[in-house]
């Protein structure tokens, strides 16, 4: 993901189409760990949200856009406050130093595309 | 660490003792690092637990053993459960692919010599 | 490269022209470099199609999207067939978790760009 | 694994008791991942020796010492030649950098070992 | 950053903008670290143009665009010739493997648009 | 390297051996990589302290040991000051985040090392 990247909405096109393909291909041990992936985030002895928490602090000190992407999404659905989120990135930046900022800004962009959907709903 | 690695304690007695150099040596880059660190941690729009158990999964999937042992230990005397810390193994297992697997076991073999202390405290 | 990214095409004019430019920069570590780069792949013990395959998982496990782009390129040129394609990706994803998800997607969005430019030859 | 770390036989042993931890802990999706990791070097599309060479590989560059012992013996147990293992070695170097070295030196030592016992058979 | 990335204006844009969005939200430990990343390139026991040397291999060998071009403007600004450029991209190649290599063109192309703009003042 | 690591006497040992093992076995392009490697770090355009202290960051944020080991030698060699390899230490403790704290502790204990023995001589 470049500064100039697409909308969520793109993000989410994209994904979903070639989820699509990878699917149709029938690799029983992809498709077998997509479903796996699916059901880390449920519930359990932790909550949902706690979950998606430390998805979103993984994806981020690994540098990942997509994945920041897709957890910041699912961590503001679970109601992960503006100033939590803040303090996730900072767990992310001191565990994984300045090499996570230009990720940081693209996540605080995506967080701000989203605060802006909800305002305008 | 390798599969042979020393105790908790010596950790402790490593990590101390290393951890006192690199403050004589008044370093205020490295030195106010560490203070950040330790903030980093603090309660704040989430707690404690909660935080540590963002800086175990981070230390998880970038694959630092004495880091998973600081986390793992902080955790236990945070009152993560052992079915929290697996669930929070397991996210970074996911996310970190099969690749996490060794520092997974040694996790589990801190997580084993806390319990062993506690049951003969 | 994001999801919007160019075609293969945009991608190999700036892959040639910018070797240019390195190339003509006279560093010989560098070029040294480019030249072992190329031979690694040339058959010997193992064939051309192995070793390529081998490029592209250790491509897939280290996120390089640039480096996935070539190797299944070149995979594909030497024959390796989608449920080849797809059994590489599986070990890529196992050992590297859901982080190589977003670079698994734009690997399949090339091989399906390769495969549809075979079928309008 | 330091440069003095212990013999195959203990990693087997290590390895085996840790797994059954894991295993015992009953955490569903680390269970399942286990499960899922062992299929994915399943004879399929590709063979299982071409399998554990992307696995070795993949190990190499992301200098996970543990893994790439594992990887040795497999692919020592399916018959990949010491000239063909050097080859992988050098796709890992060439891809991973002088980083791996190390990591090189070990596998090495690991293949020493595993020809020094067939040798004593 | 793709092939097809926007100018260094772009880039400095997006940069001041988030930095701004970031340093509003007040997280403490965020601010304090950005304030401790400028630091760390002040000048010292080393020059401010070696430490930004360590800064741009740092970022190459690590694979972040965004950090290798603030660091290449970095470097040019504090006098880095060309030759000098390429010996400092040489050590991260050769550290960081081929893995590098797509970096390594995005950051000759910012290094010539720098050279570009000083050529057309 | 675990925390009760051998000494740099060990360290050069295993290395010399293995290096002549690799040599041995004559894959060539393993073989042109090692002599690359050498080639990288000589006088050009950048002294050799300089790229010795390139190398030094490279492997710190990279987090690997041995590397680390290998070039506070190396550094120690071409007069390195405790003070500059403080600096050199802060720039890849920002940069690769408090991951690399561990290896910070293990590299101030080689240089720890290499101080005792200078002073014993």
Chains 1, 2, 3, 4, 5, 6 share one sequence.
Do not use: Q, W
Request: contains cysteine; glycine residues 10%; charged residues 25%.
């Amino acid at each position: 993901m470049s500064n100039t990247t697409g909308s969520i909405a793109d993000f989410n096109e994209f994904r979903t189409r070639m989820n699509e393909s990878i699917f149709a291909a029938g690799n029983l041990t992809i498709n077998r760990f997509f479903a796996l992936d699916g059901r880390t985030y449920e519930a359990g002895a932790l909550g949902v949200k706690t979950k998606e928490m430390l998805g979103l602090v993984s994806s981020m000190v690994l540098r990942c856009d997509d994945c920041i992407t897709y957890h910041v999404i699912r961590c503001h659905e679970e109601g992960v406050t503006p100033e939590e989120f803040y303090e996730i990135f900072a767990v992310g930046l001191v565990v994984g130093g300045s090499i996570v900022i230009p990720h940081l800004r693209r996540a605080v962009a995506r967080l701000e595309e989203l605060e802006a959907a909800k305002g305008s709903a």
